[in-house]
Each structure stands twice: as structure tokens, then as C-alpha cells.
């Protein structure tokens, strides 16, 4: 059978208690005047057992313990509504119509409890379905956006801000594996990334096309969990950043985004904010002054005795008096360092 080889051993030793509880009914009834059960017919029950509940098992492989208690809680509220229909009457009133011209009590007391039967049954039966077709990871349930806190392991989840997903570095970052967590995104994003993909613009609307290209790769990917939330329980009233934040604050999650001024108006609002600039500087190698650094030497600089290098992460070099060494690397000493709206500019000398 497809199955790992503890749950094969689960099943023999499954099998054998069951052979074993077989045989000893048919033994404890040996010598009864009354019911007599042969050896072989307590074995072959045994084996018949067995065999049921182990196809029972192989039929619904494919239910996890989270479907478990997801159906449970169906159930329970499925109960309690039914609970709630036959402490008002309902059964007796439906017994009490069906019974009407029959005088005998034995007969309208079973009606109801048949009726009371028919409630639990379909009540508990609809609650645990509607449950079981809600997200597999929560669901909401009367409020809007009271769910089920994801486990530990999985981490928190991520609201994503339109501009970050339309960012060129948002791609490179989901592929890394720094996002961990399930992945947001509200419906009003999604609709104005779709607004942007229709743009007159090129560019706004080739960045808009791409984002919607890579929101369908992640929600075919396996090991990234994406989903489409509506915004229920949101202002509509509020901008695009109020509506990300009151969204992130419902769903005690993220926000992603690469907007400067909603990462400062988030932290002000005690939202935890992931900003793809931020972690951009925080990968950039940082240069000090009086470093030396080998650096390949590629174009001439603004002066006719400056060349020009860059860094592995994008960072100009200038450097002085060495318009002769270009096409060549050779050994810097970092003089100084100006930060620009660009990025940071570096000054150095040849080290020699």
C-alpha cells in the first residue's frame, strides 16, 4: 500500500487487536448453553472489523487534523443552533401537527423526539460542511476577521501593499524565503493594481501586469500560502494606506510595502511594518572611510583624472587620479562618503 511504513505498522498492530479481541469473545463464550460463538467466526469478525475501519482510514487519507477540528467546530455550532430551534418548541409544534387527529401520547412523543433527531442531525451535518469549504487555515465566523490564530510555526501573516508588489525586488524576496507566514491580499489592492494594469501609462501599466503575473504564480505555488481577503469590517471611507492599516490591525498581522511615509504612519499605529528599502540597506555593505578595497575600475567620472567602479550592490566608487588604470582593478582607499537621493556616493584614492 501508498502509505509510510509506521502507518502500515499502525494498521498490522490495529489488525492483530482486533483478531486478538475476536478470538477472546469466541473463547469466553465456549461452553454457554444459551450463545456459543465457533473460534473461526470470532477470528473472521475480527478481520472484518479491522478491514472496515482500515478502509475507513484509507478513504479519508486526505483528511488532516485541521480538517478534524475545523469540522468539529461546524458541528458544535450546528448543535448549538439546533439546541436553540428545539428550546423553542419547534419539535413539539411539528409533532403536534403531524399527530393531529391521533390522541395517542406514545405517538407524539415519538414524532418529536424523531423530529428533535432530523435537527441535530441536519443542523450538525450543514455546520460542519459550511466549515469544511471555509479556508483551510481559518474562517471567519459572525465578525469579520475573527479567525483562527495560525500556529507558531507558520508565522505571521503578511498584508501586502500594492506599490511592494508591484516593486521589481518583491519577486527576489519571496523566492529567498525572508517571508514566512501566509501571504494578504485585500481586495481594494488587488483592484487598483487592476485599475493600474489598464493604464494608458506603459509603465504603470507593464509594472501592474507583472504584479498580477507573479500574484498567480504564488497562488499556484506549493510552498507559498496567498490568498484574496475582502475587506469586510473596513472604513471604506478611509484612503488606500488608512484601509492597509485598519486591515493589518484586524488580522494582527505585517504590512509589507516600500512606502517610506505608510511605514512611519504604521509604527505610529503600533502596526509591525516590513519595508523592502529598509531591507535593501540592511544588505548593502557599508563602506567607512579608510577602508581599502579592490575595485574594478570601469568608466571615466565627471573630471578628467576620475575613474568610476561599482559594488557588488550597485554603490559608485570615485575615485581620483586614476583615469589612466580604467579597464583594470586596482587597490582604493575610501576618503569619503556623501549620501545622495541616488544612493550613497563614495570617494576614494589609489591606494598606492
Not at 467546530?73 to 448543535?79: E, K, N, S, Y
Not at 474562517?139 to 508588489?165: C, H, K
Amino acid at each position: 500500500m501508498n502509505a509510510p511504513t509506521s502507518v502500515n505498522i499502525a494498521r498490522l498492530i490495529y489488525l492483530l487487536i482486533c483478531e486478538a479481541a475476536g478470538g477472546a469473545l469466541a473463547f469466553s463464550t465456549r461452553g454457554s448453553e444459551t450463545w456459543e460463538v465457533p473460534m473461526w467466526a470470532g477470528l473472521l469478525g475480527g478481520v472484518v472489523v479491522a478491514a472496515f475501519f482500515i478502509l475507513v482510514e484509507s478513504l479519508i487519507k486526505g483528511f488532516t487534523l485541521r480538517g478534524l477540528s475545523t469540522a468539529t467546530f461546524g458541528l458544535l455550532v450546528g448543535l448549538f443552533c439546533a439546541f436553540l430551534l428545539t428550546r423553542i418548541g419547534l419539535a413539539d409544534l411539528l409533532g403536534a401537527a403531524v399527530n393531529r387527529g391521533n390522541r395517542s401520547p406514545d405517538v407524539a412523543l415519538t414524532l418529536t423526539m424523531a423530529v428533535n433527531a432530523t435537527l441535530y442531525a441536519s443542523f450538525g451535518f450543514l455546520g460542519s460542511v459550511l466549515a469544511l469549504r471555509s479556508s483551510r487555515d481559518d474562517f471567519a465566523f459572525i465578525l469579520p476577521y475573527v479567525r483562527f490564530r495560525q500556529d507558531s510555526s507558520s508565522g505571521q501573516p503578511v498584508v501586502l501593499d500594492g506599490e511592494a508588489i508591484m516593486d521589481g525586488r518583491f519577486p527576489g524576496v519571496v523566492r529567498a524565503g525572508f517571508l514566512r507566514g501566509r501571504l494578504i491580499v485585500p481586495r481594494f489592492v488587488l483592484d487598483e493594481i487592476e485599475v493600474q494594469a489598464n493604464s494608458p501609462a506603459q509603465t504603470k501599466r507593464q509594472r501592474a501586469q507583472r504584479a498580477l503575473e507573479l500574484l498567480e504564480q504564488l497562488r499556484n505555488s506549493k510552498e507559498m500560502q496567498i490568498s484574496v481577503e475582502e475587506a469586510r469590517g473596513v472604513s471604506e471611507d478611509e484612503t488606500i494606506a488608512g484601509r492597509l492599516l485598519q486591515t493589518a490591525q484586524l488580522l494582527g498581522a505585517r504590512l509589507l510595502t516600500a512606502d517610506e511615509n505608510l511605514s512611519k504612519l504604521a509604527r505610529l499605529r503600533g502596526v509591525d511594518v516590513l519595508n523592502l528599502d529598509e531591507l535593501l540597506d540592511a544588505l548593502r555593505p557599508s563602506v567607512v572611510v579608510g577602508e581599502r578595497i579592490r575595485l574594478a575600475l570601469v568608466r571615466p567620472g565627471k573630471d578628467e583624472h576620475q575613474a568610476v567602479g561599482y559594488l557588488g550592490d550597485g554603490t559608485m566608487i570615485v575615485v581620483n587620479h586614476a583615469a589612466e588604470h580604467i579597464g583594470n582593478s586596482r587597490d582604493v582607499l575610501v576618503i569619503s562618503t556623501l549620501q545622495t537621493s541616488a544612493g550613497q556616493m563614495v570617494f576614494a584614492e589609489l591606494a598606492e
